[in-house]
């Protein structure tokens, strides 16, 4: 349906350009037709499924596992519970995992005189907010009673798994809500099972299947469960939770946890093949906490279950995943392309990175975390995954890249440079390409940010108003374009003709770093970004993004040519004060008793300022203020050929 829509859009599109007299670049949408018939075809490509492990052979690991499995294994075993107790327990124990599971602990004592959570329903994210609380009480109040053998912890957290119990439904046509809320009745049966009556038990594992594994297979697939087969973060959520559950209560319905089974092994992997080669995550940094963690909760209780994942962490590119956050959080926050925020993203998965691929740095980072500004389970968890040797080891991390090139290859291509990692005066750039009709995705090729001097001088939107009509649906000329954090003229980019297409950047638009290299100072990438704006009327984009002079400096240069007399503006969103001097060849930016120089290097244009307005679109109800927030701008117009190049760096007066 979505492709008939859009289809009919172009049509449409054409038809208006032809009556403006843009008779050229209304035959340019013809390179729409092919490239959408190409996302259909992706849409429905699943080569990088892995082999079906037939529902018969599963019912036999289901057997095999059940015959030798102890309590606890979801996530953790036995032994990761001793190591908690042990370090919390001993004033010489562990410094790390005394402060996050003493926090652990402390909220777990809070949840015991706190109400119960209510059954609210919330708009399109349906309950999902009810099954994450629950979760999370679930973990933390289980936890405390392995460790302290306390009754009054495991008593509250079968209460909160009655009270979910209750609830009439949880959800399905939400799927993701009732994923969270199968994963935390697993939990507690597992951590819990000494503790439960076999009529506690039997309570549980019913409203599962009634509420969890019924709806899973009733065989909507196209509507409801379209996520059994889908590419974006549900599938492994929602494979996750469900197949959690469906290892913790095989025993009450064998069959059709074979089936779940087989089918979440061989389709998980269309979401794990996005990894490949370098780890990135296309939906960014906060989906990638999402999707990573119950990456790691499936791999994990997989491992400890069936005592495998069936190649699942084979896969090329989850190796490197953990490194996806490190890499793109700079000083003053994270790389926020498409729906993300800026604020430094931890997850208790990167010790679990750590200890698989014995990578201190993940380790280290995670330590920076304040675990009350996370979920609960987030200090239980990093406590459970956390390898002690870490805390013994060097932290001296100079034998890691500075300057890397990470790429999820067809939909993501990141250039970062940085002068040290975790330290809030490094310097750190990074510049984004790659395909833009992407989940999550805005027209933002060529993007960048810059922190320096302990600042941010150039600035991520990121999220739109969810709540825009048809916000998650990309048409040309509707939906999510139509908010500005989503179009081009909201990022750290170019736009070319603002007013010639409805968008203005190339929706479908594929574009890769044409290159890049790491020296002893910084790093320099090149993109050719002609492809993002083939329908505004151009021949050659090209731009080029160094870090250079001991990693003390930013340069962006632009370099276009159009068939005929064009307009075209540079962006650059920042929080900064802009004083405009030299005759528009200087910008002064301040950030408190901070200064940094933009300088027009001996090429077209000045500099001015401009509010964070829609060019095309500046009444358009869904756009979001943007308070404090201001562009720095180069306007030309009446050119064919032009280069815009500028160096950032600190004032020096």
């Known amino acids: 349906m979505e492709l008939i829509k859009r289809l009919i859009s172009i049509l449409v599109s054409m038809v208006m350009l032809i009556c403006q007299g843009n008779i050229g670049s209304a035959f340019s949408y013809l390179k729409i037709l092919p490239d959408t018939v190409k996302v259909g075809i992706d849409y429905i490509d699943f080569s990088d499924k892995s082999e079906k492990i037939p529902v018969n052979d599963m019912k036999k690991y289901i057997q095999d596992a059940r015959a030798r499995i102890e309590h606890p294994f979801i996530f953790a075993d036995s032994e990761d519970f001793d190591k908690v107790k042990s370090n919390y327990d001993n004033p010489n124990g562990d410094e790390y995992i005394k402060q996050i599971f003493g926090y652990s602990l402390s909220r777990a004592d809070a949840l015991l005189n706190e109400d119960f959570v209510e059954y609210y329903f919330d708009g399109d994210d349906g309950i999902l907010e009810v099954s994450r609380k629950i979760l999370s009480r679930v973990i933390v109040l289980s936890a405390a009673w392995r460790v302290t053998e306390n009754e009054k912890y495991a008593e509250r957290a079968y209460a909160e798994m009655e009270n979910a119990c209750n609830f009439e439904s949880w959800n399905p046509d939400h799927f993701l809500d009732v994923a969270e809320m199968a994963l935390a009745m697993s939990v507690g049966y597992d951590w819990l099972y000494d503790y439960l009556t076999d009529s506690q038990k039997d309570f549980i594992a019913e409203n599962v299947y009634q509420k969890a594994i019924v709806p899973a ?50 389709y998980m992997p269309l979401t794990f093949a996005l990894f490949n080669p370098d780890g990135v995550y296309v939906e960014g940094t906060g989906y990638w906490e999402y999707c990573t963690t119950y990456l790691v909760y499936f791999l994990s209780t997989s491992r400890n279950f069936f005592g495998t994942d069936f190649g ?4 090329k590119g989850v190796d490197k995943v953990g490194y996806y956050p490190i890499y793109v959080t700079g000083a003053q926050g994270v790389f926020n392309y498409g729906d993300n925020k800026s604020e430094p993203l931890y997850s208790p998965a990167l010790n679990w990175f750590a200890d698989e691929y014995d990578a201190p740095l993940l380790a280290e980072f995670e330590k920076n975390a304040d675990p009350t500004l996370n979920e609960d389970r987030e200090a239980t968890l990093a406590a459970l995954w956390y390898n002690t040797k870490f805390s013994a080891e060097n932290t001296d991390f100079s034998d890691e890249p500075l300057s890397v090139l990470c790429k999820s290859d067809g939909y993501v291509d990141l250039a970062v440079m940085r002068s040290a990692y975790m330290d809030p005066n490094a310097t750190f750039a990074a510049i984004k390409s790659g395909y833009n009709y992407t989940n999550h995705g805005d027209l933002d090729i060529g993007t ?6 302990g600042e941010r001088w150039a600035e991520e939107l990121g999220p739109g108003n969810y709540n825009a009509p048809e916000y998650f649906v990309g048409l040309v000329g509707f939906g999510r374009w139509q908010s500005y954090r989503k179009r081009a003229e909201g990022q750290n980019t170019l736009v070319i003709n603002p007013t010639m297409t409805p968008e203005d950047q190339y929706a479908l638009a594929k574009v890769n770093i044409s290159s890049f290299e790491e020296n002893n100072d910084g790093g320099k990438a090149i993109i050719d970004m002609t492809d993002a704006y083939c329908l505004n009327n151009v021949k050659s984009v090209v731009r080029e993004f160094e870090l250079f002079d001991n990693y003390s400096k930013l340069r962006i240069t632009d370099v276009v040519s159009c068939p005929s007399e ?22 002064k930016l301040t950030i408190g008793n901070k200064a940094m120089r933009a300088t027009l290097v001996d090429c077209d244009g000045t500099f001015s300022v401009m509010d964070t307005v829609s060019l095309v679109n500046p009444d358009y109800e869904y756009n979001r203020d943007n308070p404090g927030i201001r562009k720095l701008t180069v306007h030309i117009e009446d050119f064919t050929d032009a280069k815009i190049d500028i160096v950032i760096e600190p004032w020096i007066d």
């Open 217 to 266: 297979t009733n065989g909507k697939i196209l509507t409801q469960n379209w996520w059994t087969w889908s590419k974006v973060n549900w599938n492994t959520v929602c494979y996750g939770g469900i197949g959690i559950a469906c290892m913790t209560f095989s025993e009450y319905f064998e069959k059709e946890a074979a089936k779940l089974l087989s089918s979440a092994y061989e």
């Open 312 to 315: 699942l962490s084979d896969i």
């Open 448 to 453: 960048f940010v810059f922190d320096a001097l």
């Open 566 to 587: 064009s307009e075209m503006y540079w962006f650059m969103h920042t929080k900064a004060d802009i004083e405009i001097s030299d005759a528009g060849k200087t910008a």
